[in-house]
C-alpha cells in the first residue's frame, strides 16, 4: 500500500515550529506494511492545497493529514478535501452536541465559528480526540484513505494510537514488529562485530543504529499477527541478551533516565546532584519521568565558583586544581550529597562554550560520583556547539551513575 504524509500549516512553513508529526507517522507506517513515498508541506493556502491533495488521491491508497483543523477562518483543510471530492460538508449533530458539552463543561461559552469543527462529508466519520476540540476524520471512498488529524503533537498521537493504529493493524495483511535493545558503552561497530553471527537472518532481522543514547539493536520480524511476529523474536533477542550483557540499559521506549530510575528505586537508593557546566540539565531529564521523587533530592545549580564554594566545595579545591577539573568535581559531588542527604552525590564541571578554560579546550567535562566511601570519575571532551556539548554532558553523566548501579546490583548492593 502507498502513502504520503501532508502537513499542514503556514507556521511548518516559516519554519516557527517543527514539523514532528511527519516523523512519527513515518516511523508507525512499515509496522502496518504501508510505503511511504511522498511527505509534503504547505501553509493555509486554498490553491496550493487544492493542488497537493489532489496530487496525494491521485497517487496514494493512503493519505494521512495532520493540521488546519481548527476553528479559525484559515483552516480549511475539512473544506478542501469536501471540495476536491465533490462532498457538501454538513454540521454532525452528534459531534456538535460532544463540541458543545466539552466547551461547556470547562466553564466556556462555545463561540459559534467552532461548528465548523462539527462538519463532516458523507465518506467522513470522526474521530474523536480527548486532548482538543477538534475530532479527527476518518474518509473512505473508491479503495482510498484519507486520515485526518490535528496538528498539535499531544493531540495527533493519542488520536493515532487510539483511533488510527488500530484500525490500520485490522486492515493489514501482516504485521512488522521490532524489539530495540538500547546498549551504552560500546561502539556501533563493537556492537555490529558482537553480533554478527545473528545478522544474517532475514526474519527476523537485525539492524544496528548510532543514536544519542547510545547504539540500538533494532530486531524486526514480519508474520500474519502480532503476537507471532513476537513470536519469532524472543529466542534471537535472548541470544542478543546473552552477548551484550550488561551494555544493555533499555528497550524500545525506555529513556536512560527511567532505566536508572528503576535501579535506584529497586536498590532502595537517593541521589543528588551539583551541576556546573550543563546549568541543571541532568536534574531536568532525571525529573522527566514519573515519580522521579522517590529517588531525587534535588540539584544544586553551582554556575560562579563562589555558588560551589558557598554550597560545600572547599575554597582550595578549586584554587588548587583549578575550577575546571577532577578534584572540584569530586567536591561537588560529595558537596551535594552531604547537603542534599542523599545516598549518592553527582558532581560534573567544565566547558560548555566555545573557548579554552584553564588550558582545557571546549567541550571538556569533569563528572564524579560518589557514595560517601568511592567515586567513580568520567572525563569527556566533545565540542559540536553549546548545546550538543551539554547533551552529551547529560549522558555521559548518566551513563556514569548506570555503570556504578549495575556494579552494585552485581555485587548483591
Not at 452536541?97 to 459559534?112: F, I, K, T, V, Y
Not at 493504529?165 to 495483511?173: M, Y
Not at 515519580?291 to 533530592?297: C, L, N, R, V
Request: charged share 25%.
Amino acid at each position: 500500500m502507498r502513502a504520503e504524509v501532508l502537513s499542514i500549516g503556514t507556521e511548518i512553513m516559516f519554519g516557527e515550529i517543527t514539523d514532528t508529526n511527519a516523523s512519527f507517522i513515518a516511523g508507525q507506517l512499515p509496522q502496518y506494511g504501508i510505503d511511504l513515498l511522498y511527505v509534503s508541506q504547505t501553509g493555509d493556502n486554498p490553491e496550493r492545497m487544492k493542488e497537493l491533495f489532489t496530487r496525494a488521491w491521485g497517487r496514494s491508497d493512503y493519505i494521512f493529514v495532520t493540521g488546519g483543523l481548527g476553528p479559525t477562518e484559515d483552516d480549511i483543510t475539512r473544506e478542501i478535501i469536501g471540495e476536491m471530492l465533490g462532498e457538501t460538508l454538513s454540521v454532525d449533530p452528534e459531534q456538535e452536541r460532544l463540541l458543545r458539552a466539552r466547551m461547556e463543561g470547562s466553564g466556556r461559552r462555545m463561540p459559534e465559528r467552532n461548528i465548523k469543527q462539527a462538519m463532516l462529508i458523507p465518506s467522513a466519520r470522526a474521530l474523536p480526540n480527548p486532548r482538543g476540540t477538534a475530532p479527527g476524520w476518518w474518509v473512505e471512498r473508491d479503495r482510498k484513505v484519507i486520515v485526518v488529524m490535528p496538528g498539535p503533537p499531544a493531540e495527533m498521537t493519542r488520536m493515532w494510537e487510539h483511533e488510527v493504529a488500530p484500525e490500520l493493524e485490522r486492515r493489514a495483511d501482516s504485521i512488522l514488529v521490532s524489539r530495540t535493545l538500547k546498549t551504552t558503552g560500546l561502539g556501533e561497530s563493537a556492537v555490529d562485530e558482537m553480533l554478527s553471527p545473528l545478522l544474517k537472518g532475514t526474519n527476523p532481522s537485525i539492524g544496528i543504529y548510532h543514536r544519542a543514547d547510545g547504539v540500538h539493536a533494532r530486531i524486526a520480524a514480519k508474520a500474519k499477527t502480532r503476537a507471532e511476529a513476537q513470536r519469532l523474536i524472543e529466542p534471537v533477542e535472548a541470544q542478543a541478551r546473552a552477548i551484550l550483557g550488561h551494555s544493555i540499559w533499555g528497550v524500545d521506549d525506555e529513556s536512560l533516565p527511567a532505566a536508572i530510575g528503576h535501579m535506584l528505586r529497586a536498590q532502595g537508593l537517593t541521589i543528588a546532584l551539583m551541576e556546573s557546566a550543563t546549568g541543571g540539565a541532568i536534574a531536568s531529564a532525571i525529573t522527566d519521568i514519573d515519580g522521579s521523587s522517590d529517588y531525587f533530592k534535588g540539584s544544586l545549580v553551582t554556575y560562579a565558583t563562589e555558588a560551589k564554594i558557598a554550597n560545600g566545595v572547599p575554597a582550595e579545591i578549586p584554587e588548587k586544581y583549578g575550577v575546571i577539573s577532577r578534584e572540584t568535581a569530586e567536591a561537588m559531588a560529595a558537596a551535594a550529597r552531604i547537603r542534599l542527604n542523599a545516598s549518592l552525590g553527582l558532581g560534573i564541571t567544565g566547558i560548555a562554550g566555545g573557548s579554552e578554560v584553564e588550558g582545557q579546550p571546549p567541550g571538556t567535562m569533569h563528572i564524579a560520583l560518589t557514595d560517601g566511601e568511592h567515586v567513580e570519575y568520567s572525563l569527556t571532551r566533545y565540542y559540536q556547539g553549546r548545546e550538543a556539548a551539554k547533551r552529551r554532558a547529560v549522558l555521559n553523566a548518566l551513563t556514569l551513575v548506570r555503570t556504578y548501579l549495575m556494579a552494585r546490583a552485581a555485587e548483591g548492593g
